[in-house]
């Protein structure tokens, strides 16, 4: 029974539960409110004598009182009951609704005493007594005034919902807290006890039954929502035990760290390792691995920024998603947006002073570029250059090595390092993916072309730094390997969540499948 957990337990309890309330609450709105319904309920029953009729009363509990009656020898023996008569129901009720007989509606008993006087108020219903004539005693017929039976007749008193009035009785004989009864007949309602927190209070608004049920169902709807916060994600379909090496884009490296880390908690038992070197060292170790690789796919996974360069037919190509990248500056350059024609001057050397740009005071252009192998400059090239970086002339980006350089432009082997140094050193000029060049201190980005690069706009956008982010492996790899299931995790899986939060566009996605298939 793999059915039975206690998630799924709680969740078919709290099913029934809740179908069981709504029924009854069905039930009540069909059944209850509609009829016609006389409530009542004792409020007051103490002794006012000498105390003999409360004494069994006072043994068990009931409040000891002290009074004048006492004194009163024709009250030795007495007690009186307050009676409280209501409609609580959601009809009203009117004289001819009572059907016991002609001359009266109700009928009160009190077990054990004898009435000596009824007295009947309404406070919040003075028209109420008018339906008591001046002359009601309350006595049935044969009651011999106060020597008659315990009993006493109540009229036909119409009630609106809600209505209600009181009876006061004078009683002797018997003990407190005797039985008291009100009997009647009602077309198409009953007559019932009530109950109330208070003598003189309406009934609660929830009952005791209402307030159970919303604490149950409560409590099983936060158990289940606990249950479920903490239940283990099911490993994905397609999970793959062993170990991997991704490697290529450094551009692309933070992102697919995030996956790999992702994939290793959704798929206990496999180990990835992101070991980025730039798309062309990436595509270059993986054509040597397969190479030497006996036979089948070796388990390695090459990112590049943009398809690989010509040869290495036995490369499998994968879209993986769209990347965009951006210029950056230090700080110390108020410079935010650079049309293509000046950054083409840039690094031709035709421009070497950012006061040039700016008109403010002088200070040196810097360009930090990455290595020849690097596929964000391949992009950056092609993409916004039109043509080949010029050749480095400073190894330390700080001192010209060549003399005939008219600006300082150095080379590095990682997004990383492009960002250290560009943020580290002033009037310095770099690229880098988007998400690496957000947030970081000590730079910011610039436009191009009056644009920056936004996720949200891509393929609609006329921004040029951009470029489709391909995965390589060495022919197909085994549909249960490591690496075929860490690239479908990536491609069309829970990767792509992650690939989007770090400012790509998956290929898989409606806009992505566009822009990817056109190259």
Same mark, same amino acid.
């Given at each position: 029974?793999?059915?039975?957990?206690?998630?799924?337990?709680? &969740?078919?309890? +709290?099913?029934?539960?809740?179908?069981?309330?709504?029924?009854?609450?069905?039930?009540?709105?069909?059944?209850? $409110?509609?009829?016609?319904?006389?409530?009542?309920?004792?409020?007051?029953?103490?002794?006012?004598?000498?105390?003999?009729?409360?004494?069994?009363? =006072?043994?068990?509990?009931? %409040?000891?009182?002290?009074?004048?009656?006492?004194?009163?020898?024709?009250?030795?023996?007495?007690?009186?009951?307050?009676? /409280?008569?209501?409609?609580?129901?959601?009809?009203?009720?009117?004289?001819?609704?009572? +059907?016991?007989?002609?001359?009266?509606?109700?009928?009160?008993?009190?077990?054990?005493?004898?009435?000596?006087?009824?007295?009947? %108020?309404?406070?919040?219903?003075?028209?109420?007594?008018?339906?008591?004539?001046?002359?009601?005693?309350?006595?049935?017929?044969?009651?011999?005034?106060?020597?008659?039976?315990?009993?006493?007749?109540?009229?036909?008193?119409?009630?609106?919902?809600?209505?209600?009035?009181?009876?006061?009785?004078?009683?002797?004989?018997? /003990?407190?807290?005797?039985?008291?009864?009100?009997?009647?007949?009602?077309?198409?309602?009953?007559?019932?006890?009530?109950?109330?927190?208070?003598?003189?209070? =309406?009934?609660?608004?929830?009952?005791? &039954?209402?307030?159970?049920?919303?604490?149950?169902? =409560?409590?099983?709807?936060?158990?289940?929502?606990?249950?479920?916060?903490?239940? /283990? +994600?099911?490993?994905?379909?397609?999970?793959?035990?062993?170990?991997?090496?991704?490697?290529?884009?450094?551009?692309?490296?933070?992102?697919?760290?995030?996956?790999?880390?992702?994939?290793?908690?959704?798929?206990? *038992?496999?180990?990835?390792?992101?070991?980025?070197?730039?798309?062309?060292?990436?595509?270059?170790?993986? &054509?040597?691995? *397969?190479?030497?690789?006996?036979?089948?796919?070796?388990?390695?996974?090459?990112?590049?920024?943009?398809?690989? $360069?010509?040869?290495?037919?036995?490369?499998?190509?994968?879209?993986?998603?769209?990347?965009?990248?951006?210029?950056?500056?230090?700080?110390?350059?108020?410079?935010?947006?650079?049309?293509?024609?000046?950054?083409? /001057?840039?690094?031709?050397?035709?421009?070497?002073?950012?006061?040039?740009?700016?008109?403010?005071?002088?200070?040196?252009?810097?360009?930090?570029?990455?290595?020849?192998?690097?596929?964000?400059?391949?992009?950056?090239?092609?993409?916004?250059?039109?043509?080949?970086?010029?050749?480095?002339?400073?190894?330390?980006?700080?001192?010209?090595?060549?003399?005939?350089?008219?600006?300082?432009?150095?080379?590095?082997?990682?997004?990383?390092?492009?960002?250290?140094?560009?943020?580290?050193?002033?009037?310095?000029?770099?690229? =880098?993916?988007?998400? &690496?060049?957000?947030?970081?201190?000590?730079?910011?980005?610039?436009?191009?072309?009056?644009?920056?690069?936004?996720?949200?706009?891509?393929?609609?956008?006329?921004?040029?730094?951009?470029?489709?982010?391909?995965?390589?492996?060495?022919?197909?790899?085994?549909?249960?390997?490591?690496?075929?299931?860490?690239?479908?995790?990536?491609?069309?899986?829970?990767?792509?969540?992650?690939?989007?939060?770090?400012?790509?566009?998956?290929?898989?996605? $409606?806009?992505?499948?566009?822009?990817?298939?056109?190259?």
């Amino acid at each position: 029974m793999d059915w039975l957990t206690a998630e799924n337990l709680i &969740a078919v309890v +709290t099913a029934l539960l809740g179908v069981l309330v709504s029924a009854g609450a069905v039930w009540y709105e069909r059944r209850v $409110p509609h009829q016609r319904r006389v409530g009542y309920r004792v409020q007051l029953d103490t002794a006012i004598g000498d105390g003999t009729a409360d004494r069994a009363a =006072t043994s068990r509990g009931a %409040t000891v009182r002290r009074g004048f009656f006492d004194a009163t020898r024709d009250l030795a023996h007495a007690s009186l009951v307050l009676l /409280r008569i209501e409609n609580d129901g959601a009809l009203a009720i009117g004289a001819e609704h009572y +059907t016991d007989g002609d001359d009266h509606g109700l009928t009160v008993e009190f077990t054990g005493r004898r009435v000596k006087a009824v007295v009947v %108020t309404a406070p919040d219903h003075p028209r109420l007594l008018s339906h008591f004539p001046d002359s009601w005693t309350g006595a049935p017929d044969g009651w011999a005034g106060t020597t008659g039976a315990a009993t006493i007749q109540l009229p036909k008193v119409p009630l609106n919902r809600g209505a209600h009035y009181k009876v006061l009785v004078l009683l002797t004989g018997g /003990r407190v807290g005797d039985e008291v009864t009100v009997d009647g007949n009602i077309a198409e309602g009953h007559v019932h006890v009530n109950r109330s927190t208070t003598p003189d209070d =309406t009934p609660p608004v929830f009952s005791r &039954a209402a307030r159970t049920v919303t604490v149950a169902l =409560t409590v099983c709807v936060v158990a289940l929502a606990a249950l479920v916060v903490h239940e /283990r +994600t099911p490993p994905p379909l397609g999970c793959a035990r062993g170990a991997l090496t991704v490697t290529g884009s450094t551009a692309f490296a933070p992102a697919v760290r995030d996956v790999a880390r992702k994939y290793e908690k959704d798929c206990p *038992g496999s180990r990835v390792v992101v070991e980025a070197h730039g798309s062309a060292s990436g595509i270059r170790r993986l &054509a040597e691995e *397969g190479a030497r690789a006996s036979r089948g796919s070796p388990a390695v996974i090459a990112l590049s920024d943009g398809r690989k $360069p010509g040869g290495h037919p036995q490369l499998r190509e994968s879209t993986v998603a769209v990347s965009l990248f951006t210029l950056v500056v230090n700080d110390s350059t108020p410079v935010h947006t650079l049309d293509r024609d000046r950054i083409r /001057r840039l690094y031709r050397g035709e421009i070497t002073d950012w006061s040039e740009i700016t008109g403010g005071p002088r200070q040196p252009v810097l360009l930090v570029s990455r290595n020849a192998g690097s596929g964000t400059r391949e992009v950056f090239q092609r993409r916004v250059l039109g043509r080949n970086e010029p050749a480095h002339s400073s190894q330390d980006c700080r001192h010209r090595d060549d003399p005939e350089a008219r600006v300082i432009r150095c080379e590095l082997d990682s997004t990383e390092q492009v960002l250290a140094t560009v943020a580290a050193l002033p009037g310095a000029l770099g690229y =880098t993916e988007l998400r &690496a060049g957000t947030g970081l201190k000590g730079l910011h980005r610039v436009a191009i072309d009056g644009r920056l690069p936004s996720p949200e706009e891509t393929g609609t956008s006329p921004y040029p730094y951009r470029e489709i982010e391909y995965a390589y492996t060495w022919g197909e790899p085994p549909a249960d390997s490591l690496a075929s299931s860490f690239l479908t995790y990536l491609t069309r899986g829970g990767g792509q969540d992650v690939v989007r939060v770090h400012g790509h566009l998956p290929c898989a996605s $409606p806009k992505g499948l566009r822009i990817c298939a056109d190259g």
